[in-house]
């Protein structure tokens, strides 16, 4: 072998993965190392992606969200339905699902988020 990966487990490999994660955090900027600072208290964010050496992103308020009802809802009844209700148990502090949303473009993905934000940010959805 070529020293590297010993039988020992103190010497070579665990030397290697300290080595590796000391490399990656000075890659981090210095910003990045400390608490990031508080969200504004605004009803909506979206995660705006920056392109760098890797890729990084940060939560963005939406300063006027468009906010529909589940009613303004058409041929989705069944979806709307389901997300409601896993909605309203999420927010009132009951066992809920975590929510996949998946179709093709203009299928109501995000008029569903949508609503969900028109229907329950009074209590404290974001």
């Avoid at 030397?15 to 000075?26: D, F, G, P, Q, S």
């Avoid at 190392?33 to 995660?47: C, G």
């Avoid at 940060?58 to 809802?73: R, T």
Wanted: glycine residues 8%; proline residues 7%; charged residues 20%.
């Amino acid at each position: 072998m070529n020293g590297v990966f010993s039988t020992d487990p103190d010497s070579g490999l665990i030397h290697v993965l300290e080595r590796l994660t000391t490399t990656l955090e000075n890659f981090l900027p210095d910003d990045k190392k400390q608490t990031p600072p508080p969200l504004p208290d605004v009803l909506a964010y979206r995660w705006q992606y920056s392109r760098g050496m890797f890729v990084r992103g940060a939560l963005v308020p939406v300063s006027f969200p468009q906010l529909i009802a589940f009613s303004d809802l058409k041929n989705i009844d069944q979806q709307s339905e389901r997300l409601f209700k896993n909605t309203r148990q999420f927010v009132n502090g009951y066992p809920s699902n975590n929510v996949l949303m998946t179709g093709a473009r203009g299928t109501g993905k995000s008029s569903l988020v949508r609503a969900c934000l028109g229907a329950f940010h009074h209590k404290g959805l974001r």
